[in-house]
């Protein structure tokens, strides 16, 4: 069964273009997952700053397969020190 990951992330507006940055990396990456569906990063627009990006994956153990991968907690570690705080991860199914 599929599931759809919610992450939301605020940022100040002087980090906006590193996290943008840091977001496209980590989208070309997932992209080339096993089980990996879709995804879409959208900015909230009456919050400055925040985002959230809702990623679509075949099944829970493909979405746990790619966050364990080294590739993408570098890049997430990056995001959580330019954020100040880890990124909080909500796993949906259909």
């Known amino acids: 069964?599929?599931?759809?990951?919610?992450?939301?992330?605020?940022?100040?507006?002087?980090?906006?273009?590193?996290?943008?940055?840091?977001?496209?990396?980590?989208?070309?990456?997932?992209?080339k997952q096993d089980g990996y569906i879709s995804g879409e990063t959208l900015k909230r627009l009456d919050k400055p700053g925040?985002?959230?990006?809702?990623s679509t994956w075949q099944s829970v153990e493909a979405w746990q397969s790619w966050i364990?991968?080294?590739?993408?907690?570098?890049?997430?570690?990056?995001i959580d020190e330019l954020l100040g705080q880890k990124t909080v991860y909500?796993?949906?199914q259909y």
């Not at 990951?5 to 906006?16: A, F, H, N, P």
């Not at 364990?68 to 990056?78: A, M, P, S, V």
């Open 1 to 31: 069964m599929s599931i759809k990951i919610l992450i939301k992330r605020s940022v100040s507006k002087d980090k906006e273009k590193e996290l943008g940055n840091l977001l496209t990396q980590l989208r070309s990456l997932t992209m």
């Open 68 to 78: 364990l991968t080294r590739e993408r907690r570098t890049i997430q570690d990056k």
């Open 50 to 54: 925040e985002t959230m990006v809702i």
């Open 90 to 92: 909500e796993i949906y």
